[in-house]
């Protein structure tokens, strides 16, 4: 009897030793992981910290050509939900700021994934040099900060957008809404 609790002990052991090898370590280094998805996306590590959550660099190839944003942390569950819950063609209408890490982690559509020229050019966004227009970042805000249902609806349908992506207090854990 005593033998087989020895075993069974160091069986524990050794499966929280992989477990922690395999799904920790690599978190710890790298941040959190999105999948990869259809973009091969990658997590680079912590760069700064937002509203008390992590952000990270974001990297993926779309067309060949190598993309670049951010991640953030708390973006986690709601990209696992994306992913599990909505068409592969699904088009999202969000911040700008989350839209890589739609595009790059679920391989769906976001209708703004850049800041403005005039962001870029105040100096929010270093070396940033792709910008969505300020007619579509314009549109976009106002989709997600309106009362008005019918006018954000409007909105979507103008860039074909079938889902609104919303955090809680811009920083909380967030669930699509279509």
């Given amino acids: 009897m005593r033998r087989i609790q020895v075993v069974g002990i160091a069986l524990v052991a050794v499966l929280i030793g992989v477990t922690v090898a395999v799904f920790v370590i690599p978190y710890v280094l790298n ?50 939900w994306t992913k599990a819950n909505t068409p592969s063609n699904a088009t999202f209408m969000n911040w700008w700021d989350y839209g890589k890490g739609i595009v790059g982690c679920t391989g769906r559509s976001s209708v703004i994934s850049n800041p403005s020229a005039r962001f870029i050019a105040l100096g929010f966004s270093a070396n ?30 103008k860039y074909g957008a079938n889902y609104f992506l919303i955090t809680v207090a811009d920083g909380g854990e967030g669930r699509p809404t279509s």
């Fill in 31 to 80: 941040g959190p992981a999105c999948g990869g998805g259809v973009y091969s996306a990658r997590i680079g590590g912590l760069i700064t910290t937002d509203l008390g959550q992590p952000v990270y660099n974001l990297t993926f190839t779309m067309n060949g050509i190598q993309e670049a944003g951010y991640y953030y942390g708390f973006m986690s569950s709601p990209i696992a």
């Fill in 128 to 157: 940033q040099t792709e910008r969505d227009s300020e007619q579509s970042l314009t549109d976009v805000g106002t989709a997600l900060f309106t009362t008005n249902a019918t006018l954000a609806h409007s909105i979507a349908a």
